[in-house]
């Protein structure tokens, strides 16, 4: 009998149990997956539960509903790993391991930049990326009464790179329906050279910001946050003052990764990008956003990395070669406000562009085009995660790898 | 598109980063540098090495990054390519600029 441990029982690791239960055969493989949080968060929901769209309970459930029969699931804090060794130390055992994936996923870490987690931290100064903070900026939007609204970007690679924009279009829509717009000054700060970096978005969505008077700063690498003024504060000392910070700290991976010496500056895994195989360990994989693959940190991503890995798995183990196929396929919806929303559908080499999706030239979803349709879609998508994604089933008629049927490539801004 | 520089040919973006780093050479460098009103010290070539070195290993670039390189410190880093240092030495270096997903 031969052991697969999981580590990270959050979306992908989840997926891959599912996946996987179902493809080793049983009196070959013990999985095993360990996961010390009890709570599964439908972390996509953190985004609307701010603007009081989704409440607490639409976005949590029990982890261990997910996790299928004839999975060894354990609840411990896992300590280190040592691949050389083919264990992993938990609170009190150790296990071994013949393959071992790794899905530890990735966090915000405020303390990197100095001055964030000042006075102003959980007073003025909110992230939505975590339950905690999304909830307590609900809170604070309740009872806020207008200024600046500064909404910031710390450093790439961040979950859901999407996620700060649609933040800013949502609270466009809210304080509009609150009927308080014009006391509101909102701000959107990004390290990066714009807020739409690829050409071809820049051209059809600059658009958004204009209509919704959201001012841009871009170039902007934070270097501290000044408390006493309500500033933040960059390395070429240009200064922003702000009412209401919602900031993205910097995201990195798993601190067990770091003690266990697998990982880049940010705690990220080197990762094969096509094969999702572990740079330094032939039978260590790695998916989601444990990750330094250079695509988008989004459980879409990890769904559409979720059926290559699994692919590659059983290939492992039978000892043959490995596909190189995961092309960083993402297809993510981005809401803008008004009850519509945008669809993007892209890989590592094809910037996302105009078309239908997911039947060429019928849809009924349109991509890159604000639509009704497209929020409904992403307001289902609730819906899916909880019933297909996490558990390992495919989204009918959405491929894994992106699909170039239905797309306009040479493409002007319409 | 095409662009020619340094009395030579190159291949270029809508931005003007380069689509084919095997057609930079230094001389097109210092005059892409010039562009960017940028005069090349013996600084700005320690960092556009550095820059390579990153991108031949796949490993994304960031101002974190340039902090811990032990070649610059952040400071300089924007005293040498001022007002977006992260796009104007890539776009120098011949290599795409950093990304985002959209």
Redesign the interface.
């Known amino acids: 009998m031969k052991n697969l441990v999981i580590l990270g029982a959050g979306t992908s690791g989840t997926m891959m149990a599912n996946h996987l239960v179902k493809k080793l055969q049983k009196k070959d493989w013990k999985i095993t997956i360990v996961d010390q949080y009890k709570t599964h968060y439908y972390q996509p929901g953190f985004l609307f539960l701010p603007f009081d769209t989704y409440t607490e309970d639409q976005v949590k459930k029990k982890g261990g509903k997910f996790i299928p029969k004839g999975v060894n699931y354990i609840q411990k804090k896992i300590e280190q790993i040592f691949p050389e060794d083919n264990k992993v130390e938990l609170s009190d055992e150790t296990l071994e391991y013949d393959i071992l994936i790794v899905a530890t996923g990735s966090k915000i870490a405020p303390d990197e930049t100095e001055g964030l987690l000042g006075p102003l931290w959980q007073k003025d100064i909110f992230d939505f990326y975590t339950y905690e903070g999304a909830l307590s900026l609900r809170n604070k939007l309740r009872e806020w009464e207008g200024g600046k609204l500064v909404i910031h970007l710390t450093e790439m690679p961040i979950k859901c790179p999407v996620a700060p924009l649609e933040f800013a279009f949502l609270a466009d829509s809210y304080f509009r329906k609150k009927g308080m717009r014009d006391k509101v000054e909102i701000t959107y700060v990004t390290p990066l050279s714009g807020a739409f970096t690829k050409p071809t978005c820049t051209k059809a969505l600059n658009y958004l910001l204009e209509e919704k008077q959201i001012n841009i700063e871009i170039d902007f690498a934070i270097e501290r946050v000044d408390n006493d003024n309500k500033m933040i504060i960059d390395y070429a000392d240009k200064e922003i003052p702000f009412d209401l910070l919602v900031t993205i700290p910097t995201n990195m991976g798993d601190e067990v990764i770091e003690r266990s010496g697998m990982g880049d500056d940010l705690n990220f895994i080197p990762t094969h990008k096509h094969s999702l195989q572990s740079k330094a360990h032939k039978n260590v994989f790695v998916i989601g956003d444990a990750t330094n693959v250079p695509a988008s940190k989004a459980g879409s991503v990890a769904h559409f990395q979720a059926e290559t890995l699994t692919d590659n798995i059983l290939l492992y183990t039978k000892g043959y070669k490995l596909k190189e196929e995961f092309d960083g396929h993402a297809n993510c919806f981005i809401e803008t406000g008004n009850n519509k929303a945008l669809l993007i559908d892209f890989n590592y080499d094809q910037e996302p562009v105009h078309g239908t999706f997911p039947f060429a030239g019928i849809g009924p979803l349109k991509l890159l085009k604000e639509s009704v349709f497209n929020h409904w879609g992403k307001l289902a998508f609730r819906w899916v995660y909880w019933n297909m994604l996490l558990k390992g089933i495919a989204i009918p008629f959405v491929s894994r790898n992106m699909s170039f049927k239905g797309k306009k490539f040479d493409i002007k801004a319409e | 598109m095409k662009k020619v520089i340094a009395q030579t040919e190159i291949d270029v973006?809508?931005?003007g980063y380069m689509t084919e780093f095997s057609q930079w050479s230094k001389e097109i460098c210092v005059c892409l540098a010039d562009e960017q009103d940028i005069c090349m010290t013996e600084k700005h070539w320690e960092v556009i090495e550095y820059i390579h070195e990153k991108h031949n290993n796949?490993?994304?670039l960031?101002?974190?990054?340039i902090k811990?390189s032990g070649v610059i410190n952040?400071?300089e880093?924007?005293s040498l390519f001022?007002?977006?240092p992260?796009?104007k030495s890539t776009l120098i270096a011949g290599i795409p600029?950093?990304?985002?997903?959209?």
């Open positions: 973006n809508e931005e796949e490993e994304p960031s101002i974190r990054g811990k952040i400071k880093f924007y001022p007002g977006g992260l796009k600029k950093p990304k985002s997903c959209i």
